[in-house]
């Protein structure tokens, strides 16, 4: 399983318009490369449920939500607190999305798609607002993920477009060498 979570570094007690955009933005990749989408330390106080409506309610993007409401049908959607210590274990291990990796956790894109490809299963987290993940989370993660491997710097929702889409691709390459 290969799971998006993204990170709420912005407002933690009132809800923006990027909290919402951001999640309408996430759902039709994550439908669209086989990721499963969690939310971390968002400002809802609402079921997962009654979030996709809302979401569906406030945004055209994404078909007005609706791929969001197909990864909750699913079951592909998590909503919670950020955990204290460590993420859920189902969701495998936890990869820390940077520009500026660790050197003793750096992980090449082609070294997680090759174990994703053998159905190992990771959390790739990635922090929306202007601040990125906090840095208490960067001990957290066994890998640190650079998804351009030049250090580049990507904005959130580029950043939620560019890691399912490339790892996918890389999978999907050595599908094809099978």
Do not use: G, W
């Given at each position: 399983m290969l799971t998006l979570g993204i990170v709420n570094t912005y407002d933690k007690?009132?809800?923006?318009?990027?909290?919402y955009r951001a999640i309408a933005?996430?759902?039709p990749i994550c439908h669209a490369f086989g990721f499963h989408l969690a939310l971390y330390d968002f400002p809802f106080k609402m079921t997962a449920e009654e979030l996709v409506a809302f979401v569906m309610e406030k945004t055209t993007i994404g078909e007005s939500g609706s791929y969001l409401?197909?990864?909750?049908?699913?079951?592909h959607l998590s909503v919670s607190d950020l955990p204290k210590k460590g993420f859920p274990s189902q969701f495998g291990e936890t990869v820390i999305t940077t520009s500026k990796p660790d050197p003793k956790r750096k992980v090449m894109p082609v070294k997680i798609a090759e174990e994703a490809f053998h159905?190992?299963?990771f959390l790739f987290l990635v922090g929306l607002g202007h601040k990125g993940l906090p840095k208490e989370l960067f001990e957290r993660g066994k890998y640190h993920l650079d998804i351009t491997s030049k250090g580049l710097s990507l904005e959130t929702c580029t950043a939620i477009g560019a890691v399912p889409a490339h790892l996918a691709g890389l999978m999907e390459n050595l599908q094809c060498k099978k």
């Open positions: 007690i009132k809800v923006l318009d990027a909290h933005r996430a759902a409401k197909i990864l909750y049908e699913k079951n159905n190992r299963s």
